[in-house]
C-alpha cells in the first residue's frame, strides 16, 4: 500500500503541487472564512452529511473516466516514454487525490464526532479549535478537487473528441 501511496504521491507532484495549487489556497481561505461552521462541537455533521454521497458520485466518476475511449485513444493517451507520468496517469491522479483527500475528511469528522466529549478534558481549548479547523480544511479541500476533478474529466473528454474528429477527418479524406 504505502508503495501505490508514493507512486500517487509523485505523480501528483508532491509538496511542491500541493502548495503551487490554487485549490489548496483557495480551500485556506474559505475554511479562514467559515470558521463559525468549525469552531463550535458539530462541525462534522456537516462533513458527515455530504461526503459519503460524493465520494460515492466520485468513484463512480472515476470508473466512468477508466472506461473512456477506444483501445487505440487509451494508448494514445496512455504510457510514457520518458520518466514523466502519462496523460491518462495524470487525470486519474487527479481523481485519486479527490477521493483520497474526502476518506481522510471522513475519517477526521469521525474521530471528533466520537472523541470530541472525552478529549476537551485533556487538550487545550487552543489545540480543539486548530484541530477541528484542520478537519474542516480537508472538507473544503475535497470540495475544491472536485473541481479538479471534474476538469480532469472534461480534459479527457476533450482529448477523446480531438482523437474522434482526427479519426473521422482521415475517414473522410479516405473517401474522397
Not at 504505502?2 to 500517487?8: A, V
Not at 458520485?57 to 514523466?84: C, P, Q, R, T
Not at 476518506?103 to 472523541?115: Q, T, V
Request: charged letters at 15%; proline letters at 3%.
Amino acid at each position: 500500500m504505502i508503495e501505490i501511496i508514493r507512486k500517487y504521491w509523485s505523480i501528483y507532484g508532491g509538496f511542491s503541487a500541493l502548495f503551487k495549487s490554487g485549490y489548496f489556497w483557495w480551500a485556506i481561505c474559505i475554511t479562514g472564512i467559515l470558521f463559525p461552521a468549525w469552531l463550535h462541537a458539530g462541525w462534522w455533521n456537516d462533513v458527515l452529511s455530504l461526503l459519503p454521497n460524493l465520494l460515492g458520485f466520485s468513484l463512480g466518476g472515476f470508473a466512468i473516466l477508466l472506461a473512456v475511449g477506444d483501445d487505440g485513444f487509451k494508448k494514445l493517451i496512455a504510457g510514457s516514454e520518458n520518466s514523466e507520468s502519462s496523460p491518462y496517469m495524470d487525470a486519474c491522479t487527479a481523481f485519486v487525490h479527490f477521493i483520497f483527500l474526502q476518506i481522510i475528511a471522513i475519517l477526521l469528522s469521525l474521530i471528533a464526532k466520537n472523541y470530541y466529549s472525552v478529549i476537551p478534558a485533556c487538550i487545550p481549548k487552543e489545540i480543539l479549535i486548530l484541530l477541528s479547523a484542520i478537519g474542516y480544511f480537508f472538507f473544503i479541500y475535497s470540495i475544491f478537487c472536485a473541481m479538479a476533478a471534474v476538469f480532469a474529466v472534461f480534459r479527457v473528454a476533450d482529448w477523446f473528441d480531438a482523437y474522434i474528429s482526427k479519426i473521422n477527418k482521415k475517414d473522410d479524406n479516405d473517401e474522397g
